[in-house]
């Protein structure tokens, strides 16, 4: 290396801004041509200078002596990157690494993000995005030899206690890369130590709750009051809620009455304006919502858990508003339909147990289990099945960032005994075990992960028949454009759908994710992928990308950002409800029977910690991806075009907003993050 001298190349390493990802080893580099001509091992090393410091940008400058088998208007198109053991801190974590040519002024970028082994010679292409098919045998074999150390760092596991066998895949251990930054660490437990003593303050001067009044004393500083908390007794935000709430895809147009739930003309005359069932029905104006899944889950010792049925109606101010009520699944004496012709508070207990059951819904499987956990499996076979120079890996993984670290934290203390679930929910941990494995049954790709699809199957696709559906009509926009972000870039890569049945990573990744979940030789489990484990045309690889990107961004906002607005009055929506749950449609309920149904303060206080911090957005908005992994100049374009499209989506939905009582900014792309992070 010169450094007095003007160059004819400069290598510029950048080292990753994360947690041990600088070294104190030696660092060599092998420059090669288009013609394969390459340099010697050039020892990289500035003297007087800490090199390869973590988050540093270093530049070597490469004189003619250390360049002489290049010509100078060499397009170095390869390198051969690698590190010796020497010193405390070997370890080095590499983003990427960039060299210049000095008389073409080209500049060829090698992405690496990789953690580099000592004595590891990685060779790198320019660009380094190709299907395994079509590189040099070199290279394919070090490929292969890297998904085989990649599979013993992520390794398959089932972390669901014994008793709940079925559960879903998640990685054994979390590998370093994974991990939460000291800084993410330092943010997060800051944030919580600040909740946590406020909440105790509060809990200890105001230990009991004798009125709804008394609600108002908890809120503070760093306790809002939630926007919602104003609208919390109203027939038209309660089914509002059904559409633009925690719990959004539940909702079903009703094509005929269960025999479970026997409503009648007399019953529903008041609330049809002179309809009869039938009628609303073949207008199209009739929704329900069925938590039967929640149907015998075990609860805590004197708690319990409705599965109610709930059935909407659209009157002709084009306002949805609910019309009955049944709190259990199997009808009769002591399980009545109740209406809004029962006592003003009655029905408020009644849409405050039924909102009770929908937390637990949303909590158990809406949230954690159909969002975190269901996005850990891809991104296991991801790191598993995909070569950090696969394209899709590039187009993945931005949206798998601090998964693994954030579901890790959430089974061992908020799932684990006596963590948050066993404290502040009526099923606790064990009813929640359970739901998640009746949910992991029943949802499939095809019909529950792609949006459309999903709309179509439950009725709910045309905003005439159901307006102010704000979830539908928000999703949509960015379901399409994330769409069309993944066709344009599968299509630059994959010329022929030989061309994808010839991609034998892309086929073991389907293959494990498509393969049952059973015991240590199983796979992912994932119900309804298109080709069921091999893929065979382009258009089913772009169904399911488009999925995974859709539900780890999007999804997860949906359910994740609104929860302190939901949560954070606990009438609105309880976490937890003590005694039982109404059984007469003449009992005349006062304020007092809605009070004594609330927990305690510590209870109350427990909930808003946890749901302010999760509902908390600390990583960038998406699009704006905190690591580029995309470099090919024929993609960029397409990133590009992408974040236009969130720009433009955002000017609609602040459009949007401006006539929507309360708002709904939570899929406003400036709110959603790249990845499932808190």
Known sequence: ?????????????????????????????????????????????????????????????????????????????????????????????????????????????????RWVRADVHYTIQHLDTDLPQCVPADIEAQRKSELAYMKSRYELDHKFPSQYPGGPCQIKKVPLEEMFSGKDILTIGGMAVKLKATAAYTAALKCKVNSLSDLGKIYSKEFNRPERAAYWMSDEYFALQRLAGLNHSIIELVTHIPEKFPVTDDLLRPFLEGLNISQAIAQKRLYICDLHL???????????????????????????????????????????????????????????????????????????????????????????????????????????????????????????????????????????????????????????????????RRGVVDPEALPDYHYRDDAILLYDAISDYVKGYIDLYYTSQQSLMDDYEIQNWVEELAKERSGSHGGIGILGLPGNGSLTSLDQLKDIVTCVIYISSVGHAATNFLQYDEYGFPPNFPLTLIGNPPNDPTYNASESDVVKALPDMVTIMDSLIITKILSTKSTKSLGDFEVQYIYDPRAIPLVNNFRKRMLEITQMIDTRNKDRRPSYNYLDPKYIPNSISI
């Open 294 to 456: 929640l149907d015998g889950l075990t609860c805590k010792e004197n708690r319990k858990l409705c599965s109610p049925i709930a059935l909407f109606f659209v009157g002709a101010s084009r306002k949805l508003k609910p019309v009955a009520i049944q709190l259990f699944q199997k009808p009769g004496e002591t399980n009545p339909i109740f209406t809004p012709a029962c006592h003003h508070m009655t029905w408020t207990l009644v849409k405050m147990w039924y909102n009770h059951a929908d937390a637990a819904y949303h909590q158990g499987l809406t949230h954690l289990g159909f969002t975190h956990l269901l996005m850990e499996g891809f991104s296991l076979a991801t790191h598993r099945h995909l070569s950090i120079s696969h394209p899709m890996y590039k187009i993945l993984a931005p949206h798998f960032l601090n998964l693994h670290a954030i579901n890790s934290l959430a089974l061992s203390e908020l799932l684990a005994d006596g963590g948050w679930v066993d404290k502040t929910m009526n099923y606790g941990n064990k009813g929640m075990y359970e739901l998640m494995l009746r949910g992991y049954k029943v949802w499939s790709l095809d019909h529950h992960g792609i949006l459309h699809n999903d709309l179509k």
């Open 1 to 113: 290396m010169y450094l007095f001298q003007k160059p004819d190349f400069v290598v510029v390493i950048y080292t990753g801004n994360r947690d041990l990802a600088g070294t104190n080893a030696h660092i060599y580099i092998k420059l090669y041509d288009e013609h394969n001509n390459s340099t010697p091992a050039i020892h990289l090393d500035n003297p007087i200078v800490n090199d390869f410091e973590r988050g540093s940008i270093d530049s070597f400058k490469l004189g003619s002596n250390d360049t002489s088998a290049l010509v100078k208007s060499s397009k170095v198109l390869k390198i051969e990157l690698w590190r010796d053991n020497h010193g405390i801190g070997a370890e080095w974590f590499v983003e990427k690494v960039e060299v210049q040519n000095k008389q073409t002024n080209e500049t060829f970028v090698f992405p690496v993000f």
